[in-house]
């Protein structure tokens, strides 16, 4: 790994800027993957990080001491999206099989299902869990969101939708988005079965919703969409404020983009594989990354930390190199 740990540290206390962003490079791989990652997750409070792939692993990493902590294999069940409950070492993740489209709630100490969710009928292309509650909403192919408490086995609430849908809580918990067909509807998590308190357009984009996501303050949204556009909105007004635009995804691949920890710059995946950074201020593209892969990555950045994380054939950790900034170097 380059760097280590201390330096790692002080990277951290560094603000985001264009210069640290140009800077930033694969500072450690993990390479022992049999399968594209098609997902992963940060948990909010602890170093852990989640991923699932289509070797049909799913890997927990401890992020602060750059070790693979549990590899569990999903060899029945397959798996696509996999997402962290409150708990750092419990899972709810969906099925990649074609035959049991059911999500699961695992515990990742001792690899035992604890609850079964049945309820859709195809596969299941979006997942969010609320950060206030014991809930999650799932979004599918079988054109519903289904709105879940992972107490309970059975779905607590159901939304139809015109399309493939992305869905996403918010930071607080306290709203989601179901994107799809063009539009962003928002819902009260309180009491989303009086339908949407408002519907954003973004800009005549009809193709297939992919990713929707909230900056962490919550002021912000963006959304991808198969076309490779990567949306930008203000949460409060629905004004669009950036488009962007990478080579599209192929057919089944989805294009992920994920906001920067204070919402200054958008990163995303492309259809040819490379990954792109914009300032959300300018609207310009500051930074890009070309690679070799021939499908869009999975991307997140770490929460807190100068650090974003991208999976294809491999996992990578990006960090600054201070070696490229004059103003940091030797700065202890």
């Not at 280590?4 to 800027?17: A, C, F, H, N, W």
């Not at 060899?75 to 489209?101: A, M, Q, R």
């Amino acid at each position: 790994m380059a760097g280590g740990q201390p330096e790692r540290e002080d990277k951290v206390s560094l603000e985001l800027t264009e210069e640290i962003l140009q800077s930033m490079e694969v500072g450690m791989a993990f390479r022992d993957y049999n399968g594209r990652i098609s997902s992963m997750d940060f948990h909010r409070t602890s170093s852990y990080l989640v991923t699932a792939s289509d070797d049909e692993s799913i890997r927990l990493y401890d992020v602060a001491n750059a070790t693979c902590l549990k590899t569990i294999n999903s060899k029945k069940y397959g798996v696509e999206l996999v997402c962290f409950t409150s708990h750092p070492t419990t899972v709810i993740y969906s099925s990649k099989n074609g035959w049991d489209e059911s999500l699961r709630l695992l515990s990742l100490n001792d690899n035992k299902y604890l609850r079964y969710f049945k309820g859709h009928h195809d596969r299941v292309v979006s997942l969010s869990l609320c950060s206030r509650k014991e809930c999650f909403i799932s979004g599918s192919l079988d054109r519903t969101v289904l709105l879940w408490d992972q107490r309970a086995e059975k779905c607590q609430g159901l939304l139809r939708v015109q399309g493939r849908p992305a869905a996403s809580y918010d930071d607080q918990g306290l709203v989601f988005a179901i994107a799809f067909g063009g539009y962003i509807r928002m819902f009260d998590a309180r009491k989303y079965e009086k339908g949407p308190f408002d519907i954003f357009s973004v800009g005549g984009d009809m193709s297939d919703a992919n990713v929707i996501k909230f900056s962490n303050d919550g002021r912000l949204m963006l959304l991808t969409t198969a076309d490779g556009h990567i949306h930008v909105l203000d949460t409060f007004r629905g004004t669009l404020l950036s488009t962007f635009k990478v080579k599209p995804v192929p057919t089944n691949s989805t294009l992920e983009a994920s906001f920067s920890p204070e919402g200054m710059f958008v990163i995303s995946g492309s259809g040819h594989g490379s990954v792109y950074a914009w300032s959300v201020r300018s609207g310009k593209e500051v930074a890009s990354w070309l690679s070799t892969q021939t499908e869009p990555p999975v991307i997140k950045w770490a929460p807190g930390n100068l650090m974003f994380v991208t999976g294809s054939s491999e996992l990578s950790f990006w960090i600054p190199d201070l070696s490229k900034l004059g103003a940091y170097v030797g700065r202890k």
